[in-house]
T-cell receptor, first 113, second 114 residues
């Protein structure tokens, strides 16, 4: 089955700086890679996703890149703000919306004022 | 749309008791997923359904766990008998069909087994 590794487990950055979280996956058949943000005590919420036919996707301050050859994908957050503090999870699946997600272990992002 | 609805939001029970968690997916969504979240194991897929049919239950930890989806608007996850190690947050998520891949999570049920 799929295995998703996520690094780092904790990331502390100064407000206004950029943050990068990296994930690798094992199943070359995986074709959908979402990123979720989870605040303490809340549900995971989808913030951005990318499909295997695209190399990069951007939404305002958030971007995701995908390298299918190396089987890794990354989340980039620019101009970080205090409200970006949360746990971020990457995930992968080979069946699009019809299959379950395999999640990474999460990255606790801390924005220092 | 009310989003994915889960009940109860919190459940505290004693070891050996039966626990039933409930989920109502977003109307029109054809796929439903049950996940479990713990500090040690993170977010794990337990089972998922497409068009009310269970597709993959390989994530269900033991025979004590069972899930059903009798119709398109309702699913249950049952643990019988419950054990302290089942304590976790259980999330239900749903996804539409037709090429839209996003999974939308419910608020979760926090289960504590004493």
């Amino acid at each position: 089955g799929e295995n998703v590794e996520q690094h780092p487990s904790t990331l502390s950055v100064q407000e206004g700086d950029s943050a990068v979280i990296k994930c690798t996956y094992s199943d070359s058949a995986s074709n959908y890679f979402p990123w979720y943000k989870q605040e303490l005590g809340k549900r995971p919420q989808l913030i951005i996703d990318i499909r295997s036919n695209v190399g990069e996707k951007k939404d305002q301050r958030i971007a995701v890149t995908l390298n299918k050859t190396a089987k890794h994908f990354s989340l980039h957050i620019t101009e970080t703000q205090p409200e970006d503090s949360a746990v971020y999870f990457c995930a992968a699946t080979s069946g699009g919306g019809a299959d379950g997600l395999t999640f990474g272990k999460g990255t606790h992002l801390i924005i220092q004022p | 749309d009310a989003g994915v609805i889960q009940s109860p939001r919190h459940e505290v029970t004693e070891m050996g008791q039966e626990v039933t968690l409930r989920c109502k997916p977003i109307s029109g969504h054809n796929s439903l997923f049950w996940y479990r979240q713990t500090m040690m194991r993170g977010l794990e897929l337990l089972i998922y359904f497409n068009n009310n049919v269970p597709i993959d239950d390989s994530g269900m930890p033991e025979d004590r766990f069972s899930a059903k989806m009798p119709n398109a608007s309702f699913s249950t996850l049952k643990i019988q008998p419950s054990e302290p190690r089942d304590s976790a947050v259980y999330f239900c998520a749903s996804s539409p069909s037709g090429g839209s891949y996003e999974q939308y999570f419910g608020p979760g049920t926090r289960l504590t087994v004493t």
